[in-house]
């Protein structure tokens, strides 16, 4: 079994997609380990609203991860 190592974690679902197209386009294994960061109850008006945080860790192979990080800060919009 190939051993993996933390790589990023993101906390929206778009930037987890951007992230795995990378990978993906870029022939690196990955893992993606999706964790529930957050819940709380918001009110507005007469009715509540759940809100639930969700929050996306990569992992790949421990001799990818610079490379990967490249590749991701790389692609960035800023």
Do not use: H, W
Request: a positive charge.
């Amino acid at each position: 079994m190939v051993r993996m190592t933390k790589c990023i974690t993101v906390s929206t679902a778009a930037e987890k997609e951007r992230i795995l197209n990378i990978l993906v386009e870029n022939n690196i294994p990955y893992r993606v380990k999706m964790d529930n960061v957050n819940q709380s109850m918001t009110f507005s008006g007469f009715g509540g609203v759940n809100s639930v945080k969700i929050s996306y860790t990569f992992y790949v192979k421990k001799d990818q991860v610079d490379e990967a990080l490249f590749l991701i800060r790389g692609c960035t919009l800023s």
